[in-house]
């Protein structure tokens, strides 16, 4: 199994190879008084400073922002193709605004104004290049090769979408990943399927001896998230007794020990097998199926094992682990 040791960095909203910039993560719903310190950071942050970002494209699906003389033809080329492919499987895509920005702090400085409350913020690949050069770690992200901007944005197509079909996520409070009421393992899959053959080669390298079974699969949460959850928690508390901190960035780093690096691997390597699986086993409208069931609130373990034509999770497991070790 691949990242034993390793460090990871994580966010629903904007992975920026190594700082979890707040102002654009709102997928996290945080506390009144943790709430206040967030503010307080980001303007510290920012000092008041915003930038206007560049209207660098736009179609009926997407509009991307940049900043001037912005070179985002890859972007957009990755961008273009992960709406197709997730209107090919999920029906369609709702119109989505993506800032990509070229460093951190322009990121934090962007004024968001002009665009949807549901906007993606996120670094330009020439940002997270810049960014990973001067990055310690030794996991390093071949960001030439894999389009994880095209995986960012499908989680947050997947999220703007049941929202418009009327599935309203609310919180108490805590840290949350994706949309509240959307199992990870189905948010997951609608990212991994925009991914691209390199990414997906990296996914699915590594056995699967032990993978999860399904009872457990179907109701956990991205393990790399729990871990970051827990850090942001302390993070933010620390920060509430430091008025006077004058930092400039915020880092939430995690360190995995072998069997959570192995289990958030894992976590991500079944999602996209699982994608796969369903894809071949019931077609590709099962994806437009199963976001219906989700919004309408059905038991969609009880249906999908009864498209499936089985009679519980355990015979689920027996089928899928035959399907991928004939792959």
Not at 85 to 101: N, Q, T, W
Not at 121 to 140: A, I, R, W
Not at 203 to 215: C, S
Not at 273 to 281: G, I
Request: glycine letters at 4%; one cysteine or more; charged letters at 25%.
């Amino acid at each position: 199994m691949r990242n034993l040791k390793t460090t990871i960095r994580f966010s629903q909203q904007c992975f920026l190879s190594g700082v979890l910039l707040l102002s654009t993560c709102n997928a996290f719903a945080l506390n009144d008084e943790v709430a206040l310190a967030k503010e307080k950071l980001l303007q510290q942050l920012s000092q008041g400073k915003k930038i206007q970002p560049t209207l660098y494209f736009e179609n009926r699906k997407l509009r991307i922002f940049g900043e001037n003389n912005s070179d985002l033809l890859r972007e957009k080329s990755e961008l273009l193709t992960a709406v197709d492919v997730f209107d090919e499987s999920f029906g369609y895509s709702p119109k989505l605004d993506i800032a990509l920005m070229n460093n951190q702090m322009s990121l934090l400085q962007l004024d968001t104004s002009a665009m949807s409350d549901q906007y993606l913020g996120f670094m330009s690949y020439q940002g997270l290049g810049q960014s990973q050069q001067k990055e310690s770690s030794n996991h390093v992200t071949k960001f030439e090769k894999y389009n994880i901007i095209a995986h960012e944005a499908c989680h947050k197509l997947l999220i703007h979408q049941v929202e418009d079909k009327g599935l309203k996520a609310e919180n108490n409070g805590e840290l949350v990943y994706g949309h509240g009421l959307l199992p990870d393992w189905f948010d997951e899959m609608a990212a991994v399927m925009c991914e691209n053959q390199a990414l997906t080669d990296m996914r699915l390298t590594g056995d699967m001896d032990d993978f999860i079974p399904f009872e457990d699969f179907f109701v956990m949460e991205n393990p790399a998230f729990t871990l970051l959850k827990e850090q942001m928690n302390r993070m933010m508390q620390q920060q509430l007794k430091k008025n006077n901190d004058k930092k400039t960035t915020m880092a939430v780093v995690m360190e995995l020990d072998d069997k959570n690096a192995q289990l958030s691997g894992l976590f991500y390597q079944q999602s996209a097998l699982f994608y796969y699986f369903l894809n071949e086993k019931l077609g590709r409208q099962i994806f437009k199926q199963l976001t219906q069931k989700f919004v309408d609130k059905t038991d969609v373990t009880a249906w999908l094992l009864q498209e499936l034509s089985l009679n519980n999770l355990v015979e689920l497991d027996v089928m899928f682990k035959r399907f991928y070790q004939q792959k």
